[in-house]
């Protein structure tokens, strides 16, 4: 039974970094294609950054140049470095993971918990 954990989520000023982890546990990591959401009250959910089992990658419009996604499979987790934050990034961060190549849609199969990211102005 696949877990997801994250971890990493704080309060940061604009402008500042952060970054953000996710721990998988109960399969074979290297399998499963990864993706970083994030949900807001005004916005619902929205996918953030994804990442094939190859290391491809891919980015919402608003995140990109300013967020990395990466896996390391020795580890079984999942980052996601932000950087150049800004008020508008606040949002609970969700990773998320599946067999199959979802890329940014919403039908992942398994979700962790979120953590709480907050940026002040």
């Known amino acids: 039974h696949v877990q997801l954990v994250e971890s990493g989520g704080d309060s940061v000023e604009t402008g500042g970094p952060l970054r953000l982890s996710c721990t998988f546990s109960g399969n074979t990591y290297a399998l499963y294609y990864m993706a970083w959401f994030r949900r807001t009250p005004e916005n619902g959910r929205e996918g953030v950054a994804y990442?094939?089992?190859?290391?491809?990658?891919d980015y919402t419009y608003s995140v990109a140049g300013r967020f990395t996604i990466s896996r390391d499979n020795a580890k079984n987790t999942l980052y996601l470095q932000m950087n150049n934050l800004r008020p508008e990034d606040t949002a609970i961060y969700y990773c998320?993971?599946?067999?199959?190549?979802?890329?940014?849609?919403?039908?992942?199969?398994?979700w962790g918990q979120g953590t709480q990211v907050t940026v002040s102005s």
């Open positions: 990442i094939d089992t190859d290391g491809g990658t």
């Open positions: 998320a993971a599946d067999h199959f190549r979802l890329n940014l849609g919403s039908g992942y199969r398994y």
